[in-house]
């Protein structure tokens, strides 16, 4: 994904290089206070609640866009996870991740996976056969492997090809949060590539239930464990006031920034 030269980001960056040295504006605030922050509109929310129960596990604020104060510091420490755990250190190689992400992510590993399994017979197979058939046709290691793969088929089964897309496109969603908190994407970019994601989810979905269950079967798929103490936090933050879950599934999704 080739990137266009961005003139308002190279503006805004011009500006962060400028309070980076000297350390206050003209009003003589300090640079922690001056980095700016995204209105949360209920556009906003809506985009929040896709990655809320991650904002949760890092103990973050669900009502944040990014799920962090935009400061200096934040910048430093989400740059720093983004490189660690995944790579991006800077526009291009957040570009390259997102890509990934939106376009293959787990789903099409995923799909190989079943469609592999669909091809050699799966489906003629009778369930509690189902786990020495996988064991004897492929070398997948062992009872308890055999056994994820056997659940991996029946989601397929049950929730067809897409099964898991809910999973990649809120982890999409939940980077571009990162990206902006980072700085490597402004603000009109970042809301303007939610949006885009966001509209994506929607007609897939016939709720949050529905689209965080897709997020938590991928989730399963992904980390090869229970997704029960993710759920028990979906579940929970459903309860609480300030839950963006509050916020219309089927609203319609506009451009408020």
């Given amino acids: 994904m080739k990137k266009k030269f961005n003139f308002k980001r190279v503006a805004a960056y011009c500006m962060i290089l400028v309070l980076a040295i000297t350390g206050t504006t003209g009003c ?26 991650l ?64 091809r050699d017979g799966m489906s003629d197979i009778p369930e509690e056969e189902r786990e020495a058939f996988l064991i004897e046709h492929y070398d997948i290691g062992g009872e308890d492997r055999a056994g ?55 007609p897939l979905y016939d709720s949050w239930d529905e689209l965080m269950d897709s997020y938590l079967r991928g989730y399963e798929f992904w980390s090869e464990e229970s997704s029960s103490s993710r759920r028990a936090l979906y579940e929970k933050i459903k309860t609480r006031d300030d839950s963006p879950y509050e916020v219309d599934f089927h609203m319609e999704l506009e451009k408020t920034w």
Avoid at 68 to 74: C, D, G, I, M, Y
Wanted: one cysteine or more; proline letters at 0%.
């Fill in 28 to 53: 003589g605030l300090k640079k922690e206070e001056l980095l700016e922050e995204i209105e949360l509109t209920d556009t906003v929310r809506w985009f929040n609640a896709t990655y809320a129960i």
């Fill in 148 to 202: 994820l793969y056997v659940s991996w088929y029946e989601m397929y089964e049950e929730y067809g090809i897409d099964a898991i897309t809910g999973w990649d496109y809120c982890r999409a969603m939940s980077f571009l949060g990162y990206y902006y908190i980072a700085g490597y994407y402004g603000k009109e970019e970042v809301l303007d590539l939610s949006l885009e994601i966001a509209q994506k989810i929607q």
């Fill in 55 to 118: 904002t949760e596990t890092n103990n973050w604020d669900y009502n944040l866009f990014g799920g962090l104060t935009n400061t200096e510091k934040n910048r430093k420490d989400v740059r720093k996870l983004l490189n660690e755990r995944w790579g991006v250190t800077d526009w291009n190689s957040a570009d390259i991740n997102l890509e990934t992400i939106r376009d293959k992510g787990q789903r099409s590993e995923f799909a190989r996976i079943v469609k592999t399994m669909e």
